[in-house]
């Protein structure tokens, strides 16, 4: 059966703590909790679903966004229409990054944040992520253009950080000047 997720929304102080390191293998509670963030982030990328269930569309979601300050991330990425791959990092770190810039066009979005907030956010075009499976096995991704912007959305929520920190108040939107690829 379907449990649509209670995330706490930006007004939670919660969500501006720092998440703590988790021990490995995760327990079977953290596990049920990460299958249940599976499925809810697929169901909300299928309009059928996200229809019947009432569920905001979203590709990642952090442990603290549920009021657990633990440093776990769920991403689950429609590579190809209809076909989904899920990422989970516990312990993520980025490794490596590229030095070219992008931002996505529309902006971001957020499941924790339930109004539109316009602007662009700089995010590196590339990223390394190391860190955990659920299992403790270590695990190393490269990711680019939209898992990129994803993984560093998410690993930011384990910071305390919200994706409009990050947009200039004074010039919210980059220009062609501003070497920043908009994708
Ligand atoms: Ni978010």
Known sequence: ??????????????????????????????????EQIIKHLTYSQIDKYADKYDLRPGMGLAFPQLGLLKRIIVIVDEYEEGKFKNYVVVNPKITSNSTE??????????????REIEGHVP???????EGFDPEGKKIKIRAREELSIAFQHEIDHLNGILFYDKIDKKKPFFNEYDNVRLI
Do not use: Y
């Not at 995760?26 to 990460?34: G, M, T, V």
């Not at 066009?105 to 944040?113: A, I, K, T």
């Not at 995010?123 to 992520?129: P, S």
């Open 101 to 114: 810039i992008i931002a996505a066009e529309v902006g971001e979005g957020c499941l924790s944040v339930n």
């Open 123 to 129: 995010r590196f075009a590339r990223v390394t992520i």
């Open 1 to 34: 059966m379907f449990k649509k997720l209670d995330i706490l929304d930006d007004t939670h102080k919660v969500l501006r703590q720092i998440s703590k390191e988790v021990k490995l293998p995760l327990s079977n509670d953290d596990k049920e909790i990460i």
